[in-house]
């Protein structure tokens, strides 16, 4: 797709320095750009490509402008604006509609005209799909599963039955919605029996979920998975957990089974939630924190044993860097004190 | 399927308090449970549940039964005796016996007639069913795999060749079972060989293995894990590794090559164990524990490098949260000594 | 495969003491061998096996050679040797060349005579496979991707449209290449707009990819992975990170994006990079270690927040496990203090 400059400021609100008649055609990186390259520049690592850039236009903010050397969209927000940019050029492709050969639609399963079902992807019985709905190659969705309207299941990912999935979502390959969660009780000689996991999942519109990422359906009630929630890949997502409007969620992210967590929250990569804990609404959490208490309030939270507030955090984190200092300042301290005690204990 | 409380009370030895012919149809917890609900109470953290539970009956202690407002099932342990009764309330799906159009069998693959296998299945050459066999849309049976009675195997799971596997296992989706365990040399340049990993995975009885997991084949000889263990999803087994019989393991869980876990173990999520270690039975590892030593008496351990023993660790653990209070205490230390003293040092 | 000691001295140059005309037949364990088996020793912690085999031949160093009651294949790097004896005792099965019945072929995908594809597998449109691929069940070749000759991509693997891969490659199952990265830029509700990712993954010759692991698409650019490097199982490398060649990454590590990983490299398991980062060639890091910095300069690291020198961070983590000890000789030391001043503070 290609765009002139003029057209990118009026669709998305920018102001515009340079020729509004100018064309891009494609995304680059301010340092790999060429003519016909649309740029950005949102994280300040990177202003000292901003000189030599050879892009077209960048996308960046008022006070970034003046040391660019080509046309400017200025934007308050220039990574948002970039991104809506970028999907301007670089369009999804569009559905080329209708059952591959070698997929598999069971008889009662609901593909309507809109869909496109690639090869080896399997429709089980009474599953319902919505419109221009997209099921990747060897994709598995579950008996009476619902998928809504836009929704692209990639490439041999699997949803269990009675998955429930809303509009516009996009599920990634090797994610397994739906899976039994980790229910299991012990008797008295050792051994376990297993709880069997009679929920489902629920996803709302607008999700995203990252490669080989796994959430597990509910133990009795559904895990619950908020409208707009990204999350990225290999994350575990446990039984009955509830994740809020909006919320992201970063890779290798755990959270364990009844854990409920708010809208908006970011949650660090590697970071661990225990079971059963309430995590209110716009929380950060850091990556590879470990969340072992219920959080209440607004705002940034990492580290470890329980998560504490964040400043506290850092400056022990400071000093767990210099421990080795600490203790021998101590020793020194306690070979003075004998010294002046003339050796008292 | 529906039950009376009497034939529950009867078939699963609890005491009954309460009308022995009302019936239940579901399970359900305290908050949200109807009536025809079945609810438990095993998690002291819900206790304030139970006096508005609108469920037919709870399943709970003797302790917990004076506020309960409506029928109850005593037991001495609620959790186990409630993971029975769901399974009369929810029974797995029965079978439907046959090979699916879209499935592959190899001619020289074994599928006894009471197996299900599901659309795009493939069972290569060699492999060997055992009766009532469930294989998922789009799994992977390698050749030579022997996979015992009763077992299922879920949508696109994958055995690679050789793996043998036991009787009533349940392998979710995407669980990959044989890959090769990282063995690789160096040579005098910095490059890497592959050192051929001519083992497999042998699993016994009653075994779990959450989606996504991955159980690697022996470098020589084999991978096994025992009859009764429950791994959760995402969790890594290396090549050579051998867990015990009833041991269960949280998600996220690493286990490095030729570490030997015992019987009974149980092992948070997360932790993650070195190579070559020897872990006694009866073992409890904390969440995120790294384990560097070997262990050999049964216990509570947690932390980090090496695990050492719980209760230590704890207080290193409460300890960490006060570093720096720690650190300035010393420095105030410091200070009164350097008066004391006068200034020499 | 059977060989004789003498051949084996002669084809990896290793001094030979035992009888040339002697046949091993197989690989095996110290402890497990008998007559007819090959075993080795590289780790010091078996060696007290090494008297007692019944191998007929043990591959080891000329230090060890002493104590060796059977044949002895002398090598100055065992564990190496061992390797490239194995692959000639164990070599990789065959091609079976062929598209079986049930794999799909897109009419305009090229997939030479020599290639063997299995049940289930899909080649999209576009894609072009080089000679003696091979192409496991179920497994998904995107459109446009292009495989080097002889790379293997085991069960279930997927490979987004546009992946490329070199040759000799062994990519295991449930493995996915070019899945999205996580670019999402929020706006001024809280809400999430994602970011298109146009770039691809390109990954070099000889490289193994472990079971579930994955490896996302670049934002704009590649990602891209070296000649010869070697990633374990469940691994995640994020959108436009670049590996140098031969490095090595082991189970759980994670790479977030932009991050440039130098070439012959060591990572350990759970390590876990921030985005953004140049790490030089020749780096090694500790299992578990947190990279929140760029660095420069060859050598081991370890640690967390940020991963400080190798040396320094050791006496820490000895340190962390004397902290509950270190606070009371303070208390101690406090105490002391006040009587020595008669309670002024």
Redesign the interface.
């Known amino acids: 797709m290609q765009m002139t400059l003029g057209m990118l400021a009026v669709r998305h609100g920018c102001e515009l320095r340079g020729d509004p008649d100018a064309v891009v055609t494609?995304?680059?990186?301010l340092a790999?750009a060429e003519p016909g390259s649309l740029a950005f520049l949102a994280?300040p690592?990177y202003r000292s490509q901003l000189p030599q850039t050879r892009a077209t236009a960048v996308v960046l903010s008022a006070a970034d402008a003046e040391a660019c050397p080509v046309g400017c969209l200025l934007s308050a927000?220039p990574?948002?604006s970039?991104?809506?940019m970028?999907?301007d050029?670089?369009p999804?492709a569009v559905l080329s509609p209708g059952v591959?050969?070698?997929a598999?639609v069971a008889p009662d399963g609901k593909v309507p005209l809109s869909c496109q079902i690639?090869?080896?992807a399997?429709i089980?019985s009474g599953a319902r799909l919505g419109e221009q709905v997209y099921v990747?190659?060897?994709a598995?969705i579950?008996a009476e599963c619902v998928v809504g309207d836009g929704t692209r299941i990639?490439?041999?990912a699997?949803l269990?039955e009675r998955t429930r999935i809303g509009r516009r979502c996009?599920v990634?390959?090797?994610v397994?919605l739906g899976?039994?969660g980790?229910?299991?009780?012990?008797?008295?000689s050792?051994?376990?029996?297993?709880?069997?996991q009679?929920g489902s999942v629920v996803i709302g519109d607008d999700v995203?979920v990252?490669?080989?990422t796994?959430i597990?359906r509910g133990a009795?009630?559904d895990t619950v998975i908020g409208n707009?929630v990204?999350l990225?890949?290999?994350i575990?997502i446990?039984h009955n957990v509830t994740i809020g409007e909006?919320t992201?969620i970063?890779?290798?992210a755990?959270v364990?089974g009844s854990t409920h967590i708010g809208?908006?929250c970011i949650i660090g990569?590697?970071a661990?939630f225990?079971g059963?804990l309430e995590i209110a609404d716009?929380v950060v959490i850091g990556?590879?924190a470990?969340v072992t208490h219920s959080i209440s309030q607004p705002g940034v939270y990492g580290g470890?044993?329980p998560a504490?507030e964040a400043r506290?955090w850092r400056?022990?984190?400071?000093?767990?860097?210099?421990?080795?200092e600490?203790?021998k300042?101590?020793q020194r301290?306690?070979q003075?004190?004998k010294t002046?005690?003339g050796g008292r204990?």
């Open positions: 494609h995304v680059a990186t790999a994280n690592q927000n990574y948002l970039y991104a809506a970028a999907a050029l670089h999804p591959a050969a070698g598999r690639e090869a080896g399997v089980s990747g190659p060897n598995v579950g990639m490439a041999a699997v269990y996009l990634h390959s090797g397994v899976a039994d980790f229910g299991i009780a012990r008797d008295s050792g051994a376990w029996t297993k709880v069997p009679v995203e990252g490669a080989n796994t597990d009795i009630g707009g990204k990225d890949n290999q575990q446990g909006h992201v970063a890779a290798f755990g364990s809208a908006r990569g590697a661990r225990a059963h716009d990556g590879d470990k470890t044993i504490g506290q400056k022990n984190a400071v000093r767990f860097g210099q421990l080795d600490l203790a300042r101590l301290l306690e003075l004190v002046l005690t204990q």
